[in-house]
């Protein structure tokens, strides 16, 4: 049974900072988690689940929504079998609801996407 699990949301001030973590088991797990690419996604009541941010298997590069550039850093950690996204500079419009989901590659499509974990809620307060 493949599973991600999303954590780390939560509430902050605007200019405030967060780090979510999505950790893998089951089949997106064990050898198999470097051989996904990852990404994260969100989505706000009534919008449109929409990308984030990507890190590709192999090299690692990343990938950005214009909307976070330079302000959100994806990483990972593959022998933790894990996916990271530090957020920093919070503004009220990232107020969503984060998701992580593997795939094949970095991807701005959700319908790319084979697992994804059950997200967590983003609430950043002006």
């Known amino acids: 049974q493949e599973k991600l699990e999303e954590s780390g949301g939560g509430l902050v001030q605007a200019g405030g900072s967060l780090r979510l973590s999505c950790a893998a088991s089951g089949r997106v797990s064990g050898s198999g988690f470097s051989t996904y690419a990852m990404n994260w996604f969100r989505q706000a009541p009534g919008k449109e689940r929409e990308f984030v941010a990507g890190i590709s298997r192999g090299t690692g590069s990343t990938s950005y929504a214009d909307s976070v550039k330079g302000r959100f850093t994806v990483s990972r950690d593959n022998a933790q079998r894990m996916v990271f996204l530090q957020m920093n500079n919070l503004k009220p419009e990232d107020t969503a609801v984060y998701y992580c989901?593997?795939?094949?590659?970095?991807?701005?499509?959700?319908?790319?996407?084979?697992?994804w974990g059950h997200g967590t809620q983003v609430t950043v307060s002006s």
């Open positions: 989901g593997a795939g094949g590659v970095v991807t701005s499509t959700p319908r790319r996407i084979a697992y």
